[in-house]
């Protein structure tokens, strides 16, 4: 795990997390004549990872209060760190909005410094760079969602930098 899997979240870590569970609970569940344990554990497991960050995802967030959603997408895929997760990129006019497993973050178009794909063997990831050290550097999406985000962000960038230059060149009046 070394590596690939800094999070403590991470689907690798959680599998192992469910097994020791399972190891651990199920004596006590046949002392108690229940047989079932191991169905109920697994049950329970697919619900934290499955399902639980879909419902949490969908739900809107601190960030979406205020603001209008200019495009939703949703995607299975991998996001710096976490693998075959559930990632829902939310874009404002301000910035985007990247959600991942029980994880938010928000990131606005002023602090971003670039974006690029990055084409692999067998997905293509978005790069983001930023300022901002706590935000994943990478996610992949479908081809089609992740060239039209790419060319979305990078003429957000560019608006921003041409506007915050043409305030800088009137200066004060």
Same mark, same amino acid.
Request: aromatic fraction near 8%; charge should be positive; glycine fraction near 8%.
């Given at each position: 795990?070394? #590596?690939?899997?800094?999070?403590?979240?991470?689907?690798?870590?959680?599998?192992?997390?469910?097994?020791?569970?399972?190891?651990?609970?199920?004596?006590?569940?046949?002392?108690?004549?229940?047989?079932?344990?191991?169905?109920?554990?697994?049950?329970?497991?697919?619900?934290?990872?499955?399902?639980?960050?879909?419902?949490?995802?969908?739900?809107?967030?601190? /960030?979406?209060?205020?603001?209008?959603?200019?495009?939703?997408?949703?995607?299975?895929?991998?996001?710096?760190?976490?693998?075959?997760? /559930?990632?829902?990129?939310?874009?404002?006019?301000?910035?985007?909005?990247?959600?991942? /497993?029980?994880?938010?973050?928000?990131?606005?178009?002023?602090?971003?410094?670039?974006?690029?794909?990055?084409?692999?063997? /067998?997905? #293509?990831?978005? #790069?983001?760079? &930023?300022?901002?050290?706590?935000?994943?550097?990478?996610? &992949?999406?479908?081809?089609?969602?992740?060239?039209?985000? &790419?060319?979305?962000?990078? #003429?957000?960038?560019?608006?921003?930098?041409?506007?915050?230059?043409?305030?800088?060149?009137?200066?004060?009046?």
């Amino acid at each position: 795990m070394g #590596n690939r899997c800094k999070l403590r979240h991470c689907p690798d870590v959680v599998n192992v997390r469910g097994a020791l569970a399972g190891v651990l609970l199920g004596p006590f569940l046949e002392q108690k004549n229940f047989k079932q344990g191991g169905g109920i554990i697994l049950l329970v497991i697919i619900l934290v990872i499955v399902v639980g960050p879909l419902i949490y995802n969908n739900r809107i967030s601190r /960030f979406e209060r205020k603001r209008i959603p200019l495009k939703i997408i949703d995607h299975f895929g991998i996001i710096q760190g976490l693998r075959r997760v /559930f990632i829902r990129l939310i874009l404002y006019d301000e910035g985007i909005e990247i959600r991942a /497993f029980y994880h938010r973050y928000y990131i606005p178009f002023e602090v971003i410094d670039g974006v690029s794909i990055e084409r692999m063997l /067998f997905c #293509n990831r978005i #790069n983001i760079k &930023t300022i901002i050290a706590s935000v994943p550097r990478f996610l &992949t999406l479908p081809d089609k969602q992740l060239s039209d985000l &790419t060319s979305i962000i990078q #003429n957000k960038i560019r608006y921003n930098k041409a506007n915050s230059a043409d305030a800088k060149s009137r200066g004060p009046d």
